[in-house]
């Protein structure tokens, strides 16, 4: 049978939210001690308790006092100690409050017992970074992405920084989502979520898209296969929603962009004198630079567009299309200034 630490600390849900406080003595199966719950509402509420512990934590806890003296009843906890070593369950109380709670332990005295124990230091913490393509998301993928970042999280909460007319705000997710459809377009976007995992350490994930530089997916955490396979969901999530030919492009540059070049090293040889051959290889070189900063100018590598659920085909398409007719103009460009220097210069 496992050993209960003495100090818990964690947080509780349901109809009252607040921090949570246990000090427990255990001795075989029987537990008693005292906790204290501070709720967010009506403050501090201090209980003593009696109960079991034979893999499944119960407790039958009774009100000694509270800074409201009505509201307060018997309350029984049932719950787990979890793989990671934290308990894990539910509260209901005889006044019809109830909800779920999460504690870790916080023993000091057994933690430094505990230091030179390898079984109780992590390994090692793992991150994993995913760069992110351009990508253009509407209110619905938005949803589904902040929905798929909280799976595997039962105690974090996801929050959103987001750029609006000019200045940054940051809001719990589902208040973000509540009041989307009045933001419109924003070109920065932060998804954060974490919580305690084990030995003191929480899982982290940080999902960032940018309007301007590299977009990126970050997590974090003591287990390496959740790290790793949870950021290449992620990824993988995101990846229908990427535009596929501005991503290229500012991965590898535009393969025009090569073609351009290339055929600019083949057809000089046929440009009479060294000036001319100069203004030529100056006109492609203009070109080149003036196609990046016109991609990022004119086509942010984020844009969202959260008062718009069903995109039609043009706004989805129109980065692409842009990146196109900005290459071919280049491309048109370059031909005529290559007819101009060779024109007068036939048999």
Aim: proline share 3%; charged share 20%; glycine share 8%.
């Amino acid at each position: 049978m496992s050993s209960l630490a003495t100090k818990w600390a964690g947080r509780l849900y349901g109809t009252n939210t607040g921090n949570l406080f246990l000090e427990i003595e255990q001795e075989g199966e029987s537990v008693k001690g005292e906790a204290r719950f501070m709720d967010n509402l009506f403050g501090l509420a201090l209980y003593e308790f009696t109960g079991t512990f034979d893999g499944t934590l119960k407790l039958f806890c009774t009100p000694l006092e509270a800074s409201v003296a009505e509201g307060l009843g018997d309350v029984t906890v049932e719950a787990i100690l979890t793989t990671e070593g934290n308990l894990r369950g539910e509260w209901h109380s005889t006044v019809g409050t109830a909800g779920t709670f999460d504690a870790y332990p916080h023993d000091f005295t057994d933690a430094k017992q505990d230091a030179t124990k390898t079984e109780n230091i992590p390994e090692q913490i793992y991150n994993k970074n995913i760069q992110l393509g351009s990508v253009r998301l509407f209110s619905d993928d938005v949803q589904k992405i902040i929905s798929f970042i909280e799976q595997d999280f039962s105690v974090g909460r996801a929050i959103v920084t987001y750029n609006i007319r000019g200045s940054q705000a940051t809001k719990y997710a589902t208040d973000f989502i509540r009041d989307m459809k009045n933001l419109g377009e924003v070109n920065y976007i932060k998804i954060t979520i974490q919580e305690p995992e084990a030995y003191g350490i929480n899982k982290v994930i940080v999902f960032e898209l940018v309007e301007y530089g590299d977009s990126e997916v970050r997590v974090s955490g003591i287990n390496e296969a959740w790290v790793i396979g949870k950021a290449e969901s992620i990824a993988q999530e995101i990846r229908p929603r990427q535009n596929k030919l501005v991503t290229t492009y500012r991965k590898h540059g535009l393969n025009i962009n090569g073609i351009i070049f290339f055929s600019m090293l083949v057809a000089m040889p046929e440009i009479d004198g060294w000036k001319n051959r100069a203004v030529f290889a100056i006109t492609v070189f203009v070109l080149l630079n003036l196609l990046l900063v016109i991609h990022g100018k004119f086509i942010p590598n984020t844009k969202i567009y959260l008062s718009q659920k069903e995109p039609s085909f043009i706004k989805r398409a129109w980065p692409s299309i842009l990146s196109w007719v900005i290459a071919a103009t280049s491309s048109i460009f370059a031909a005529w200034v290559f007819y101009l220097l060779t024109k007068g210069s036939g048999p």
